[in-house]
Every structure is written in C-alpha cells, then in structure tokens.
C-alpha cells in the first residue's frame, strides 16, 4: 500500500506561469516532508521541506504548502523556467524514520 | 559539500552475471541505502543498512544483496544479473534515518 501518492505522472506548464505539482499521504503521523528534484542521468537532489508544525515554507522561487487535515502537500514553482524541467519526487518520514517516497511527476516547462 | 560518489555511470552485463554496484560517501553517514528507479514506479528501496555489518531489507530485496564492511562504502551485489533487474541504481546516505538523503548521479545498469 503506497503511503505516499503522487497521482500526477506529468505535467506540462509554459515558462513564466506557475508550477503545482501534489502529493499526498495516508500516515497521519508523518512529521517531516521533503522534496526532491531529479533530472535524467542524475541523482535526485533535495530542494525543499517543511515540518509538520508549519503550513508554508518558501526558498526564492519554490513553495512548499502542506495541509495536515487533507493529508495533502503541493509544490508551488513561481515562475516556471524551462531548466526545472525534471522528475520531483515528494517524500515523508515519521519521528526521524527512513523516508518513504512518492512516484514522481515528471515536470516538462515549455519555453 | 556531501559526497556520494558510485562507481560506474553506466554498466552492461549480461544475464547470469554476478554484478558489484559500489557506493561511497565521504560525510561520515551512519545510514546508507540503495534504491532503484524505474519509470512509472518512483523510487523503491532495496536495502539500507544503519552502520557497519548492518543491513535490513527494503521493499524488493529479491536477486540482491549488500555489503557494509567500512562505514563509508555500501556495496550492491546482483547474484545473478537478470533482464528485469535493467534499471537506473541511486545509492544514498544520510545522518539519521528521517534527515535528508544525499544521493549520488545512479548507475545506469543494462543486463542483456
């Protein structure tokens, strides 16, 4: 049973708009979110996280909002450039355990 | 800056052969984990292994198994390359299970 769910495969978004990009989980325990970016032929690097006592979090162009009583949290990319152009995989971890990963959304920006 | 170097970009093998995907991270991590990606499956783990000599199971240990003989450097060994173990391999390390992982640039295996 998959606790982390990302039911996007891909999205495509024209360069200058927004980026939202959702994932969700079932474990209600789940303290800690992350989210990773990965182009091809690499490996995933981490971009942003936010704990469980926060509702936002924000680095320059990157958004993260989570929404404990949905079990929802989404990526906010503002403005989309064509070099974020990846895979992003969101992931969750309970009281300091191991992450546990989402599918992935393969992101395309269109110039 | 972490490191988390593997040791082969690329890799062709063939069926039947045994395989050595070798991972090494230079930040003193006690947690190191292997994962592999395909598409429309995300990333699965394989194996972690929390210090020297440990290892515990993932989701799809099956065909694979792991050596940790120093802490830096978190082997993947393949008994017997088979078709459907094709795939891009991430190694992983971290300070404690929860943190952030580092990952290193995959190894992208081809068993023909």
């Known amino acids: 049973d998959q606790q982390v769910k990302q039911n996007s495969p891909s999205l495509s978004v024209q360069e200058g708009r927004i980026s939202i990009l959702n994932c969700d989980y079932t474990?209600?325990?789940?303290?800690?979110f992350l989210w990773y970016k990965k182009y091809p032929a690499e490996g995933p690097t981490f971009l942003i996280s936010i704990s469980s006592i926060k509702d936002k979090n924000e680095d320059g162009r990157f958004t993260v909002f989570l929404n404990k009583s949905a079990k929802h949290l989404s990526l906010h990319i503002v403005p989309s450039q064509p070099g974020d152009s990846a895979v992003y995989f969101c992931?969750?971890?309970?009281?300091?355990?191991?992450?546990?990963f989402g599918g992935g959304t393969r992101l395309m920006v269109k110039p | 800056d972490v490191k988390v170097t593997q040791s082969s970009r690329y890799l062709v093998k063939r069926t039947g052969e045994k395989v050595f995907l070798e991972c090494v991270q230079d930040?003193?991590?006690?947690?190191m984990f292997w994962y592999r990606q395909d598409p429309g499956l995300g990333l699965r783990l394989i194996y972690f292994?929390?210090?020297?000599?440990?290892?515990e199971k993932g989701d799809i240990p099956e065909g694979y198994s792991v050596s940790r003989e120093k802490k830096e450097r978190f082997s993947l060994i393949l008994e017997s390359a088979s078709t459907n173990q094709t795939s891009m391999y991430l190694c992983?390390?971290?300070?404690?299970?929860?943190?952030?992982?580092?990952f290193g640039s995959g190894t992208r295996l081809t068993v023909v």
């Open positions: 992983a390390s971290s300070f404690s299970p929860g943190d952030g992982y580092t």
């Open positions: 474990n209600s325990m789940f303290d800690y």
């Open positions: 992931a969750a971890s309970e009281a300091g355990n191991m992450l546990t």
């Open positions: 930040m003193d991590h006690e947690n």
């Open positions: 292994s929390y210090d020297v000599k440990m290892k």
